[in-house]
């Protein structure tokens, strides 16, 4: 994921890469045992959240979100600052999640 991220920050014109850390995983579901009916246990569901700081322009943010909404990975929303530096200059820092049944969140 950390790739994929990165990548569309070099493909996007006027959007220059500042960090992108990964934040520690947070569970939101224990893992449950089967039911006394039988019921399949349920797994664990870990929440899995990447700070990304860009510096860009409006517009070259604008474009980058985009980018980021058309991916197949289902990323939620859980904060954007911007900030403007020097007009037009920005630095932005968006927190993007994910959610899986496994700690480890692979390729970050």
Do not use: C, K
């Not at 980018?67 to 900030?83: A, G, H, I, K």
């Not at 007009?87 to 932005?92: D, E, G, L, S, T």
């Not at 959610?99 to 692979?106: D, F, K, N, P, V």
């Amino acid at each position: 994921m950390r790739a994929v991220l990165e990548a569309l920050v070099a493909e996007q014109e006027g959007v220059t890469l500042v960090r992108l850390e990964q934040l520690p995983p947070e569970q939101l579901v224990a893992p449950q045992s089967p039911g006394e009916d039988g019921e399949a246990p349920l797994p664990p569901i870990y929440r899995h959240t990447v700070r990304l700081v860009v510096r860009a322009s409006y517009r070259a943010v604008t474009a980058y979100l985009q980018s980021v909404e058309s991916l197949d990975w289902q990323f939620n929303w859980q904060s954007m600052t911007y900030q403007v530096e020097t007009y037009p200059q920005a630095r932005v820092t968006l927190e993007l999640s994910t959610l899986s049944g496994y700690e480890a969140w692979i390729g970050v």
